[in-house]
């Protein structure tokens, strides 16, 4: 199952999406032609690609745990820096979980 946007859908979903920031991350929320819940991590302000890569890694691993109660026909972007690295997986879990839940996709 992919989860992960394309190029076009991301530009897509900077143009028409609802953006929320937020201390940790900003979120982007647009809708979907169909499917699963999917998304993108964005790395801001990461300099180097081990970087970059682990914090997809680790933003990746904390929204597939909400994969099952997250709403279908939804994208969504989260846009994050390298500080989230410092963050251990359950803390990131529960900013990710949090940040759903305000902005109701949980």
Do not use: W
């Not at 964005?42 to 929204?63: D, G």
């Not at 939804?74 to 902005?103: D, P, Q």
């Amino acid at each position: 199952m992919t989860d992960s946007l394309k190029t076009l859908e991301v530009k897509a979903l900077f143009d028409k999406g609802k953006r929320i920031r937020g201390s940790e991350f900003s979120l982007i929320i647009g809708e979907s032609n169909g499917g699963p819940f999917r998304f993108a991590v964005i790395p801001a302000k990461a300099r180097k690609a081990h970087q970059r890569n682990a914090i997809r890694r680790k933003v990746r691993e904390a929204v597939r745990y909400f994969r099952k109660q997250l709403p279908a026909k939804k994208t969504c972007a989260l846009i994050t820096s390298e500080k989230i690295l410092l963050r251990s997986k359950e803390e990131l879990k529960n900013l990710v979980g949090m940040a759903f839940k305000t902005n109701g996709l949980l």
